[in-house]
């Protein structure tokens, strides 16, 4: 079975800064995607970036960037400039590919804390 | 707008008495799952369905029942809630190879 772990369950970053959220996952599949999903106070899950594993390329969506160690089963998020509004409980999750119908694995969560 | 609508947002409901929480996509997707979120635990899948009449067990179905009688809705049942069974639970979509889309959360209480 697939796990997801991320070890930091909480996080704190001066607004401006930048922070690095750590994911690791465990699989015996060569195809998969991984995804990080933020949940801010309203509860919504809201996709931040997606990663193929057959793609070299790390994913980037502007300030939000991940470090894809494929070898290493590491998934890490890097948000640069940090917001106020990026306050929220982030996931890290994996879904084989192959046109499988099972869902997302999630790992724990990390809430990350923006300090004015 | 592409939607997951799911009903109620909130419920609070006694021990045994029987419920569903209702879910429904306007994405036309085949897959769509139902996803149980409890603190320090992240989320963890209840059911998944691939397509109408196709449904599976996930990581925690016991206690849980679904349907796919039509490609747009999956609704969750809970046959006889228990106070275990107190969570936020979420439904989701997706294509073959699309990301999740969510939808607002069902705060279910069971007393």
């Known amino acids: 079975a697939q796990t997801v772990t991320q070890s930091q369950p909480e996080m704190s970053v001066q607004e401006a800064e930048t922070v690095t959220l750590s994911c690791t996952y465990d699989?015996?599949?060569?195809?998969?995607?991984l995804f990080w999903y933020k949940q801010p106070p309203s509860r919504q899950m809201i996709l931040v970036i997606r990663?193929?594993?057959?793609?070299?390329q790390n994913a980037t969506e502007n300030r939000f960037s991940v470090n894809f160690q494929k070898a290493a089963k590491s998934f890490s998020l890097k948000i640069s400039d940090s917001q106020l509004g990026d306050a929220a409980m982030y996931f890290c999750?994996?879904?084989?590919?192959?046109?499988?119908?099972?869902?997302?694995?999630f790992g724990k969560g990390t809430h990350l804390i923006i300090q004015p | 707008e592409a939607q997951v609508t799911q009903n109620p947002r909130y419920l609070i409901t006694v021990t045994g008495k029987k419920l569903t929480v209702t879910c429904s996509q306007n994405?036309?997707?085949?897959?769509m799952s139902w996803y149980r979120q409890d603190p320090g635990l992240g989320l963890r899948q209840i059911y998944y369905?691939?397509?109408?009449?196709?449904?599976d067990k996930g990581d925690v179905p016991e206690g849980y029942k679904v349907s796919r009688k039509e490609k747009r809705n999956f609704p969750l049942i809970l046959e006889s809630p228990s106070p275990n069974q107190t969570s936020l639970y979420f439904c989701?979509?997706?294509?073959?190879?699309?990301?999740?889309?969510f939808g607002q959360g069902t705060r279910l209480t069971v007393v």
């Open positions: 999750a994996y879904r084989r590919g192959g046109g499988g119908a099972d869902g997302l694995t």
């Open positions: 699989t015996s599949e060569s195809d998969y995607y």
């Open positions: 990663q193929e594993a057959y793609k070299q």
């Open positions: 994405m036309n997707h085949e897959y």
């Open positions: 369905s691939m397509n109408v009449e196709v449904t």
């Open positions: 989701a979509c997706r294509g073959s190879y699309t990301e999740a889309f």
